[in-house]
């Protein structure tokens, strides 16, 4: 089973820019989907951004659409989410995911392996 590390959490202010990162070790990166999930107290966790193997299908959650962008590099076993124009609304704990080998991902039920997560809080 894959172990997820993310990082790059923190505290901002409102208009900030975040980028997160999570490394994967334990089995082989390829041929797997990963995912960003978010979840604010109180709330379920959500679905952010999605990225199957080849980086060429990508989603977004319409919230975060055009300020947030998924990559990954296959090489570093690590997938990356930039957070741009960073709102209040966004302030959450972010987890990355694993997909099962060969499907996409479409919700939580997709996920085979969690990080542990990483906060992040925008101030206004």
């Known amino acids: 089973q894959v172990q997820l590390v993310e990082s790059g959490g923190g505290l901002v202010q409102a208009g900030d820019s975040l980028r997160l990162s999570c490394a994967a070790s334990g089995r082989t990166f390829s041929g797997y989907s990963l995912g960003w999930f978010r979840q604010a107290p109180g709330k379920e966790r959500e679905l952010v951004a999605t990225?199957?193997?080849?980086?060429?299908?990508?989603h977004y959650a319409d919230s975060v659409k055009d300020r947030f962008t998924i990559s990954r590099d296959n090489a570093k076993e690590t997938v990356y989410l930039q957070m741009n124009h960073l709102k209040p609304e966004d302030t959450a704990v972010y987890y990355c995911?694993?997909?099962?080998?060969?499907?996409?991902?479409?919700?939580?039920?997709?996920?085979?392996?969690w990080g542990q997560g990483t906060q992040v809080t925008v101030s206004s």
């Open positions: 995911g694993s997909g099962f080998l060969g499907e996409m991902i479409v919700n939580r039920d997709s996920i085979g392996s």
């Open positions: 990225i199957d193997w080849f980086g060429g299908n990508i």
